[in-house]
């Protein structure tokens, strides 16, 4: 069975996540999109929230599951018996980054492979940095979350 991880913080979801969530589908036989604590970072949103939200918008498919985790990524692989890691690539720089990490976990565990999708082009701009710095300064970020996420701001504002 292939079965993929989707690591990162998701904090919003944006629609560039679902890009690359939709397009992966036919790769795998099960999706689990992994919410990771980043001690390095400050969430905008908990985690239970984004996990709520993920829960929600993959209401009833069977193939996408979520789940919150903390310490090393392939330590999440082998929790959910993932065998891929899942990262989403919009510009050349996040190759960079990312391949390091790729052969970071391959040393780790040399059964677990990484894939990258590209996204589409109308999504590069769309990350959840962005996303918070938008909502911090009092803008509209509807045009880059899904409507779950988007209804749910709107009722707390």
């Known amino acids: 069975m292939r079965i993929g991880l989707f690591p990162g913080t998701f904090d919003p979801i944006t629609i560039g996540h679902l890009d690359i969530i939709h397009r992966s589908l036919r790769l795998f036989d099960k999706l689990y999109i992994g919410i990771g604590r980043n001690a390095n970072k400050t969430a905008m949103f908990s985690e239970e929230q984004r996990l709520a939200w993920i829960k929600e918008i993959y209401n009833g498919n069977t193939k996408i599951d979520a789940v919150i985790y ?3 990524t392939i330590d999440c692989c082998k929790q959910v018996g993932a065998n891929f890691i899942l990262r989403g690539i919009r510009y050349v720089n996040d ?6 990490i790729a052969d970071m976990n391959r040393s780790l565990n040399n059964n677990i ?3 990258f999708l590209t996204c589409l082009p109308q ?3 769309v990350a959840s940095t962005l996303v918070r710095d938008v909502l911090r300064n009092g803008g509209d970020v509807e045009q880059f979350l ?11 504002a």
Request: hydrophobic fraction near 35%; charged fraction near 35%.
């Open 123 to 125: 999504y590069t701009s």
């Open 95 to 100: 190759f960079e980054y990312e391949k390091a």
């Open 146 to 156: 899904p409507e779950i996420v988007a209804k749910s701001l709107r009722a707390k």
């Open 113 to 115: 492979e990484t894939i």
């Open 70 to 72: 903390d310490g090393l």
